[in-house]
């Protein structure tokens, strides 16, 4: 199969891609859980508790490992492409494209106002605190139109993104 411009496209996801989309969704539903412990430290300093210090040790680690594999996920996804969407209407399709946007967007701007915001004190801890409703609003978005997808439309989007092409 190949796009306007005579590229291969595939029809679907490769492994590589999948194991990256499922690894920055856990990581990123963990940062969802648990990311209140940076605030909880930076209130309670050194009476802080070791439970929670370690939280927020883990979210300072997995901030920097979304960072790095949303980097590593844009590059793979320009060299191997993606697979075509499925048909459905202009409406549907832009609001796709600027779903997916919109991840990538919060995914690399989350961490680097984190970075800013922690380690060069930065004006931007707010900014990065944003991101916890964006990500929910668009997560729900996201689940819900793969689950419509699957179980209304039948089209098989669901599938690209469990089973390598």
Do not use: C, N
Request: net charge neutral.
């Amino acid at each position: 199969m190949s796009d306007r411009a005579g590229k291969l496209t595939p029809r679907s996801y490769s492994l590589a891609q999948i194991l990256l989309h499922w690894v920055i969704a856990a990581l990123v539903v963990w940062q969802l859980v648990f990311g209140e412990s940076m605030g909880e430290v930076e209130r309670q300093g050194a009476a802080a508790d070791a439970s929670t210090v370690f939280l927020a040790d883990t979210h300072i680690w997995a901030g920097f490992a979304i960072l790095v594999l949303v980097l590593l996920r844009i590059v793979l996804r320009l060299a191997q492409g993606a697979p075509p969407p499925v048909d459905s209407s202009p409406a549907l399709a832009l609001l796709a494209k600027l779903a997916h946007a919109a991840f990538y967007v919060l995914l690399v701007l989350v961490p680097l106002t984190g970075i800013g915001a922690y380690y060069l004190d930065l004006p931007v801890g707010g900014l990065h605190e944003l991101g916890k409703p964006l990500f929910i609003v668009l997560i729900a978005l996201h689940v819900a139109a793969a689950l419509w997808h699957q179980f209304v439309r039948h089209d098989g989007t669901l599938r690209r993104m469990l089973v390598p092409g």
